[in-house]
């Protein structure tokens, strides 16, 4: 049974969910987005360019909050109404069979009438806060 705006208090937690990013991973989001920039998939021009390693695209991290999101919605992308970031970090992600981990929680801000709440994110990989002003709205039955 999905969340209602009844439930959804000012300070309620969106409990951690952690979401993986291997190098298969950055390669299928290149073929599904057309960015295929050399750094989210070659090593060797990555550091070549002063990168720590191959990065994660920064809308595949963003992404990985929306998914939060959608999934704490009950499954359903539509219930996103609003979205934004900024990014604040890369998302380095070694060539091994673990990749980089990408951390994101958040909580309830707001209620906004109409069934919407605001909702404040946090995404961390590495230890490193990797979105900042992570803010969705989202409408709840």
């Given at each position: 049974?999905?969340l209602?705006?009844?439930?959804?208090?000012?300070?309620?937690?969106?409990?951690?969910?952690?979401?993986?990013?291997?190098?298969?991973?950055?390669?299928?989001?290149?073929?599904?987005?057309?960015?295929?920039?050399?750094?989210?998939?070659?090593?060797?021009?990555a550091?070549?360019?002063?990168?720590?390693?191959?990065?994660?695209?920064?809308?595949?991290?963003?992404?990985?909050a929306?998914?939060?999101?959608?999934?704490?919605?009950?499954?359903?992308?539509?219930?996103?109404?609003?979205?934004?970031?900024?990014?604040?970090?890369?998302?380095?992600v070694?060539?091994?069979?673990?990749?980089?981990?990408?951390?994101?929680?958040?909580?309830?801000?707001?209620?906004?009438?109409?069934?919407?709440?605001?909702?404040?994110?946090?995404?961390?990989?590495?230890?490193t806060?990797?979105?900042?002003?992570?803010?969705?709205?989202?409408?709840?039955?």
């Amino acid at each position: 049974m999905a969340l209602s705006y009844a439930d959804a208090e000012p300070g309620s937690q969106i409990p951690a969910k952690s979401y993986r990013a291997t190098r298969l991973d950055l390669v299928k989001y290149a073929g599904a987005s057309g960015d295929f920039n050399v750094i989210h998939w070659n090593e060797r021009l990555a550091r070549a360019v002063g990168l720590p390693d191959v990065i994660a695209h920064g809308m595949y991290t963003m992404a990985q909050a929306g998914r939060l999101v959608t999934e704490w919605a009950g499954g359903d992308p539509g219930a996103v109404t609003e979205f934004g970031v900024r990014f604040s970090a890369m998302v380095p992600v070694p060539d091994d069979d673990h990749g980089a981990t990408i951390e994101v929680s958040g909580t309830v801000k707001e209620k906004l009438g109409d069934g919407r709440v605001a909702v404040e994110l946090t995404a961390r990989s590495g230890g490193t806060k990797v979105l900042t002003r992570a803010r969705a709205v989202v409408r709840l039955p």
